[in-house]
């Protein structure tokens, strides 16, 4: 659009409709002073010039001419980037600003001064190109920023070299891949109050989920200082995951992860203007204590969520935290441009075609796995001897690095975040991508064959040598209807979001121990008693819950929140938790276990499930199980949340279970609790009428009952082609408690592997009358097609 407007705009007076006048990012910022700003939404003032202004600048100083002759020679190939980036940028910082351009700029600073009741404020000079933070396109710092820029001369200078900033050789070769023409594009440059995060933290928000679309939360960086550090990558930043639709219920705090990051450093203020900012150590109490508290943690994420209705798509939103006043700002708002651009319905998976053991782990980026040899580069003066389709390893990265990520096969950095430059590139380029490894430049040598696996959820692996992988293209959309409720089982948070697309009504089955395993690695009563455990488990002990008041709040904490991401992807459907059932050689294998757990020799028949709760041996353990499922339900607000109990013998051990659980403020039928037992063992088959007024529902464990009917050792290679559920003697046993489960009025489904790897035993379920099957999300696609043909065939 032609702008007509004046030099200079208040943000107040502009809105999204401006773009063409004053760039994405300063009608954004506008947008949300005028929109939002009585929601509670709060912007640092500032105000904005036009692109008017910009083309004024350009005609006044009559360099139009000789700029486009530089970018066509560049264009014939007859001189490099480097060169004609610079001679551009040359021309415009020897330029001048108009006079009345100047005049205004110095009389909105003025004002701004009594705005903030400050002499000389200090403020943020931010460049926001006519073309930049559109739909499909980031523009992700191909410009510069100017931070603690005071006084109308160190102004008027960061004005002129924000208008050079729109020729660096990283904004011109971004355009050119991008298809804009580099003239028809104009820079309005954003005057914002400083917020001084230097003395507190900032960060970056993103309303979806960036590694798999899922669009139910907001997932919030954080690192201490200036926000550079977070987007740069230079820094771990802490990672918070809100859930969105809980948001709104009163009381919740749905907040279902927190990650305490390293932060080794931060970036502050130095004296004087312009780019003038260092890195600085972090402080060691600070290293280890999160940047935002729980209260600010949901501030952030209610303003996420307006932020993101407001302007009806996912949006990625900076932050920062003013370390004088206590307050939180927002001070930057563009649409997220990889997973709200890509299909809601067909999406693809990457599975490694064996077991390996990673040499690294990191953050995972893009979901897919990339092999090829490893190109060591530590600064951005080693790039011209990087190889096309390499496996880029290195510190961190910036805009500068863009043009070789393009090139890239894949890409594995020593720090950065979720949210840091690395990431956010390698997203929209679809270059997988480990982030924040630690120390992958010292680890890995140069041209070593390597792979990389984003394939596991948001932990992402390296493995030594080229391992092969198969991809397979999965359509959700193509899936037929079924009367029986088909659920998934998902094994590890981590691997939560992977399968939200899928349309399934629930999770059949979360397995505790796998959190417990993968998250916590503690045994809980070695959390619980560390004074009991050897002096070595101590100490790792001690490093794993440094973060926390001590082992129990550590338990808690982790485990409430392995559940409840576990219960979000098919929020409000029902999420069927099992209660902890490692058995005692299992359990002695986690940090400080072997000091709590006998000896058995025939552990699978043993010391496990719902014998364990009530024992003094780990009554205290099972104690705080239930403490982290009554919070997920009724602090975080995931009441879709049902408790199972599983290997559960007799009757009277269920009475035994039910009552502790009471004790511990889980109260069947308070709250609109469901408690469930799995039905495993032939005793509850026999006895389904008396465990059924005992429970809610029933979820066949084909595994176990399959094992214990046919007195088959289902981990004994010996016996494995004797291990099937199909044998008549389990269908019969599995028959039957359909029926009387039916018959007392509750629910009954199935959560073992049978159901995932037969369709004909998917089949003879359907035909049962079962009422759910819950199926592996990598089996999915095929059995729910099984299910629908069985449908159709039994009327």
């Known amino acids: 659009m032609t702008c007509t407007m004046p030099s200079i705009l208040w943000f107040e007076q502009i809105g999204m409709g401006d773009v063409g006048c004053v760039g994405g990012k300063n009608a954004s910022l506008g947008e949300m002073v005028c929109k939002l700003g009585e929601s509670g939404v709060r912007v640092p003032a500032g105000f904005a010039t036009t692109s008017a202004a910009y083309r004024d600048f350009i005609a006044e100083n009559a360099i139009e001419t000789p700029m486009q002759e530089r970018i066509r020679l560049y264009q014939a190939g007859r001189i490099p980037l480097e060169q004609a980036g610079a001679e551009i940028r040359d021309l415009i910082l020897s330029a001048h600003l108009p006079d009345n351009f100047a005049r205004d700029i110095r009389a909105a600073y003025d004002q701004l001064e009594e705005r903030a009741k400050a002499k000389n404020p200090d403020v943020a000079v931010r460049s926001s190109a006519t073309a930049e ?132 450093v931060r970036m502050i203020y130095a004296d004087g203007g312009g780019k003038s900012t260092r890195i600085v150590a972090t402080r060691l109490s600070q290293r ?59 999406f693809r998976t990457y599975r490694l075609k064996a077991k390996a053991q990673p040499i690294l782990s990191g953050a995972a980026v893009g979901g897919a796995i990339a092999a090829g040899k490893a190109c060591v580069l530590r600064n951005a003066g080693d790039m011209a001897r990087f190889p096309d389709g390499a496996i880029l390893v290195t510190g961190n990265t910036d805009p500068d690095w863009v043009p070789l990520m393009r090139r890239a096969g894949g890409i594995v950095t020593d720090h950065g975040g979720s949210t840091s430059h690395a990431a956010i590139v390698s997203r929209e380029l679809g270059v997988p991508a480990v982030i924040g490894t630690g120390h992958a430049t010292a680890l890995l040598r140069e041209g070593q064959p390597i792979t990389l696996s984003c394939a596991g959820g948001e932990q992402g692996f390296v493995y030594d040598g080229l391992l092969d992988y198969e991809s397979e293209e999965i359509d959700p959309g193509s899936f037929p209807a079924t009367r029986t409720q088909v659920m998934v089982n998902i094994a590890e948070p981590a691997s939560a979001f992977q399968w939200w697309r899928l349309p399934a009504k629930g999770v059949g089955l979360a397995r505790m121990e796998f959190i417990i395993n993968t998250l916590i690695k503690a045994h809980p009563m070695a959390l619980l008693h560390p004074e009991r455990v050897a002096e070595a488990d101590r100490r790792k ?26 219960a979000a992807p098919y929020y409000p459907h029902p999420a069927i938790v099992r209660l902890s059932d490692f058995k005692t050689n299992e359990y002695a294998h986690l940090i400080g276990g072997s000091g709590f757990e006998p000896h058995e020799e025939n552990p699978m028949l043993g010391f496990r499930g719902a014998s364990r ?14 403490q982290a499922l009554k919070r997920v339900r009724e602090v975080m607000g995931f009441a879709n949340v049902i408790i199972m109990v599983p290997f559960c013998r007799t009757p009277a051990e269920a009475d035994r279970v039910l009552a502790i659980m009471a004790q511990n403020g889980l109260r069947r039928g308070e709250h609109a609790l469901q408690i469930y037992m799995m039905c495993e063992i032939p005793s509850n088959v026999v006895l389904a009428q008396e465990f059924a007024k005992r429970f809610d529902g029933f979820s066949i464990g084909s595994n176990d009952l399959t094992q214990l009917v046919l007195g088959v050792d289902r981990d004994s290679e010996f016996l494995a082609t004797l291990f099937d559920e199909r044998e008549e003697a389990v269908k019969i046993m599995i028959g039957d408690v359909i029926a009387k489960a039916h018959a007392a009025g509750i629910r009954i489904g199935i959560c073992g592997q049978g159901p995932s790897d037969h369709p004909d035993f998917a089949e003879f379920l359907v035909h049962q009358g079962i009422d759910s099957i819950s199926l592996n999300p990598d089996s999915f696609a095929k059995a729910i097609k099984s299910i629908a043909e069985a449908e159709v065939a039994g009327g």
């Open 613 to 626: 709760y009530y024992d003094e041996r780990y009554r205290e353990g099972f104690s705080a199980e239930c």
């Open 541 to 566: 002990i001690a490093d794993l819950i440094k973060d926390h008041a001590d082992g129990a709040d550590y338990f808690v904490d982790l485990l409430s929140r392995g559940i409840a991401r576990l």
């Open 288 to 346: 280890g204590k999160f940047v935002l508290d729980d209260a600010e943690i949901v501030e952030l994420g209610r303003w996420a969520v307006l932020v993101e209705k407001h302007y009806g798509r996912p949006m990625d939103l900076e932050w920062a935290k003013d370390g004088q006043s206590g307050l939180i700002y927002l001070v930057q708002a563009r649409p997220e441009t990889v997973q709200s651009g890509r299909s809601g319905a067909a």
């Open 133 to 264: 933070d559109l739909p499909d396109a980031s523009f992700a710092g191909q410009q510069e920023t100017f931070l603690n820029i005071r006084g109308h001369r160190a102004l008027l200078e960061a004005c002129l070299s924000c208008f050079a900033s729109l020729f660096t050789d990283r904004a011109i070769s971004y355009r050119e891949a991008k298809g804009f023409d580099h003239f028809s594009v104009a820079l309005s440059i954003g005057i914002q109050q400083m917020v001084r995060s230097d003395l507190a933290g900032s960060g970056v928000i993103f309303t979806i989920d960036t590694e798999t679309g899922f669009p139910h939360v907001a997932v919030i960086s954080a690192a201490w200082g200036l926000g550079e550090t977070v987007v740069q990558g230079s820094v771990d930043p802490d990672k918070y995951v809100v859930f969105k639709p809980l948001l709104a219920t009163p009381g919740t705090c749905p907040i279902i992860e927190k990650t305490c990051g390293e932060k080794a």
